[in-house]
T-cell receptor, first 113, second 112 residues
Framework: DAGVIQSPRHEVTEMGQEVTLRCKPISGHDYLFWYRQTMMRGLELLIYFNNNVPIDDSGMPEDRFSAKMPNASFSTLKIQPSEPRDSAVYFC???????????FGSGTRLTVV | SQQGEEDPQALSIQEGENATMNCSYKTSINNLQWYRQNSGRGLVHLILIRSNEREKHSGRLRVTLDTSKKSSSLLITASRAADTASYFCATVYNQAGTALIFGKGTTLSVSS
């Protein structure tokens, strides 16, 4: 397996624009997690899915953030409209049967100017 | 908010020396995990220790867990320059035991 695949690796966008981050989890994993990493706040759990169903989105900072998982092999995190304070590295991770060891993607570094 | 807090925030050592990082957490746990993050990369799972275990080894890694003190330590023996990375402890954040919350990490620098 190629691991968890995220795209794009880097994204630079202007304030107010829509941003979509993509994630392909490891085949067979039933959990998918989105995290955001900044120097100030560390790694924050945004949302996670189990069998494509959102379970907990309490970490999503605002209504500007939304996430979907239309099938077992694909998830998106969308920010609309984007703001400079959204600048961070966004990680997707997947696991089998919950919190027993995650596999992380390489992340998407988002810069909003 | 963080469940686990690593200490120290940064650690610099020479190759061949041992590196010890500590993690304290707040609530009861089923297990505690350690991850490594190389610069510009995602986190990599290193080791999981269950709440009924006191010590676990994996290669040059040794993890201890003291549930009475709500603390864990990660020891890397005979460190190498390739061990330079940030190290995070993680604990389960919800009752269902399905999501992890991470500390802010210890940045380890190993010089040759």
């Amino acid at each position: 397996d190629a691991g968890v695949i995220q795209s794009p690796r880097h994204e630079v966008t202007e304030m107010g624009q829509e941003v979509t981050l993509r994630c392909k989890p490891i085949s067979g994993h039933d959990y998918l997690f989105w995290y955001r990493q900044t120097m100030m706040r560390g790694l924050e759990l945004l949302i996670y899915f189990n069998n494509n169903v959102p379970i907990d989105d309490s970490g999503m900072p605002e209504d500007r953030f939304s996430a979907k998982m239309p099938n077992a092999s694909f998830s998106t995190l969308k920010i609309q409209p984007s703001e400079p304070r959204d600048s961070a590295v966004y990680f997707c991770a997947s696991s089998y049967r919950g919190a027993r060891g995650y596999t992380f993607g390489s992340g998407t570094r988002l810069t909003v100017v | 908010s963080q469940q686990g807090e690593e200490d120290p925030q940064a650690l610099s050592i020479q190759e061949g020396e041992n590196a010890t990082m500590n993690c304290s957490y707040k609530t009861s746990i089923n297990n505690l995990q350690w991850y490594r993050q190389n610069s510009g990369r995602g986190l990599v799972h290193l080791i999981l220790i269950r709440s009924n275990e006191r010590e676990k080894h994996s290669g040059r890694l040794r993890v201890t867990l003291d549930t009475s003190k709500k603390s864990s330590s990660l020891l890397i023996t005979a460190s190498r320059a390739a061990d330079t990375a940030s190290y995070f402890c993680a604990t389960v954040y919800n009752q269902a035991g399905t999501a992890l919350i991470f500390g802010k990490g210890t940045t380890l620098s190993v010089s040759s």
